[in-house]
């Protein structure tokens, strides 16, 4: 590789159009998809791109020729934007950037819901997803930080086995955690589920990741859950219908009722420190390079061991990461977070994190 002082030429490009790109960032609160009176707004943030179209689907599976209309993009104050008024509620979507003589067909950064195996966004106002008395239900936060009983748990394990006295049609999924009264079947005296977290005395539970990670959905394959795909969406898995990105919505947030109503809080495990895939994620066929470091040869860094490590540096970095935190601590009402790899990220944005979550 040519090199230019201790930087490959790779390198010094990458950091010139790091440059650029920092100086042209977009600090709207509307990424991704909005709804308005009769009228349904995307906004996306690429500003290398010489042209996006927004593609309109009638399913979230990839694969399927169900493609239904497009609608172009406009670009204005270093965002792109669309505006419909057509009834699309309920479809799915992505966007298809061209820079240059590449085109590419990605999943929205900001998409608050997805089909089958996250591979395509959903168009679905939340408002529409909140069982109910969601906005009713009240949580008692302990006094003071020395008095959170925390219990790590992930949601398939949780429930997964035939003799829980769970139903069969729960068993692994988020609605588990919304039966109460359970216990073994060849033991009555030994609780299972809400049952026995309410016996252990807890006050939070710690769940592994359960937004959108990279599996197929439909498998009984074991994942923890440490490769990001979509970091605003439920994972699909614990559904009972992946396929139908509301159920999927819906249901996480009745766990989460269920937890808030024995008073027990909820915190979040996030990876904001790597991504499952790199050159062939949204983050990277969005905006190349940026959302991730790289090291003086201009090659990826891999800090996590998993491939890459995210820019939380970058303004746009930190901002998703900000966007996504308080997404899911308002509409889900996530009571805390738990960052995977922390020390991959810089102090300047975990330190605003918490000046912006205190506000």
Sequence with gaps: MEQTGIYGLKKIQIDQRIGFLE????????????????????????????AIEVIIYQSGEVGKADQLMTVPM?????CWSATTKQDIHGLFYTYRITRGTETVETVDLYAKA??????????LDLRTTNPKGWLETNYTVPDAITD????????ED???????????ANRGKYLAFTEPDTHLLNDPEQATGMAYLKELGINYVHLLPMFDYDNDETST???????????NAPEGKYASDPY???VRIRECKQMIQALHQENIGVVMDVVFNHTAITEKSWFN???PDYYYRQNNAGDFADGSACGNETASERKMMRKFIHDSVLFWAKEYQIDGFRFDLMGLHDVDTMNQLRQWQDE
């Design 23 to 50: 100086e042209h960032t977009y600090q709207g609160n509307d990424l991704g998809v909005t709804f308005q009176e009769g009228q349904t707004t995307f906004k996306c943030w690429s500003p290398e791109a010489e």
């Design 74 to 78: 406009t670009q204005a104050d270093n």
């Design 114 to 123: 997805v089909g089958i195996n996250g591979d395509r966004g959903a168009i």
């Design 148 to 155: 959170a009983y925390i219990w790590e748990l992930h949601v």
């Design 158 to 168: 949780f429930s997964s086995a035939a003799n829980s006295g769970i139903s069969a």
């Design 221 to 231: 394959t074991y994942n923890w859950g440490y490769d990001p795909k979509n970091y």
């Design 244 to 246: 139908d990105p509301a």
């Design 285 to 287: 066929l969005t905006v």
